[in-house]
T-cell receptor, first 114, second 111 residues
């Protein structure tokens, strides 16, 4: 089955700096790679996702890159703000019609220092 | 508005007791999932369902069971609760290839 690894487990940055979180996956059949943000005491919520036919995707200060050959994908947050402080989870899924199982990495706790 | 609700939000039980966590969604999603969240392990998949009468084992299914008798509900049962099952449990639903929508979570403590 799919296995997703994530690094680092904790990350501390100064406000305004960039943050990068890296993930690897094991199953070459995976074709959908979402990122979820979980604030303290809250439920995880999707912040960005990428599919295997795309190498990079941006949404304002957030970008995700995917290298299918190396089975790597990364989350980049620019101009970090204190409200970016949260736990971030990468995930991988083989998504087909009526078939969809998302496996998560262990998470990265990001702290943005004002 | 459509939603996904979990109950109870907090539960304390004793070792060996049967516990059921409820999950109800009004999104009309076919796919439903149960995850447990533990520090250092992230979200681990327990069981999942792609539709009525369909259930599948996830990464950490031992000691848990689910049933899907309708589209809206996927209850998670711990047949004989163990201290190792103390965790926060999240239910989620989705349509295929789409965003997972999570419930608010159920915190279970097994003494």
């Amino acid at each position: 089955g799919e296995n997703v690894e994530q690094h680092p487990s904790t990350l501390s940055v100064q406000e305004g700096d960039s943050a990068v979180i890296k993930c690897t996956y094991s199953d070459s059949a995976s074709n959908y790679f979402p990122w979820y943000k979980q604030e303290l005491g809250k439920r995880p919520q999707l912040i960005i996702d990428i599919r295997s036919n795309v190498g990079e995707k941006k949404d304002q200060r957030i970008a995700v890159t995917l290298n299918k050959t190396a089975k790597h994908f990364s989350l980049h947050i620019t101009e970090t703000q204190p409200e970016d402080s949260a736990v971030y989870f990468c995930a991988a899924s083989e998504s087909k019609t009526s078939y969809d199982k998302v496996i998560f990495g262990p998470g990265t706790s990001l702290s943005v220092i004002p | 508005d459509a939603e996904i609700t979990q109950s109870p939000r907090h539960k304390i039980t004793e070792t060996g007791r049967q516990v059921t966590l409820a999950c109800h969604q009004t999104w009309n999603h076919n796919n439903m999932f149960w995850y447990r969240q533990d520090l250092g392990h992230g979200l681990r998949l327990i069981h999942y369902s792609y539709g009525v009468q369909d259930t599948n084992k996830g990464e950490v299914s031992d000691g848990y069971s689910v049933s899907r008798s309708n589209t809206e509900d996927l209850p998670l049962t711990l047949e004989s609760a163990a201290s190792s099952q103390t965790s926060v449990y999240f239910c989620a639903s989705s349509e295929w290839g789409d965003v997972l929508t999570f419930g608010a979570g159920s915190r279970l403590t097994v003494l």
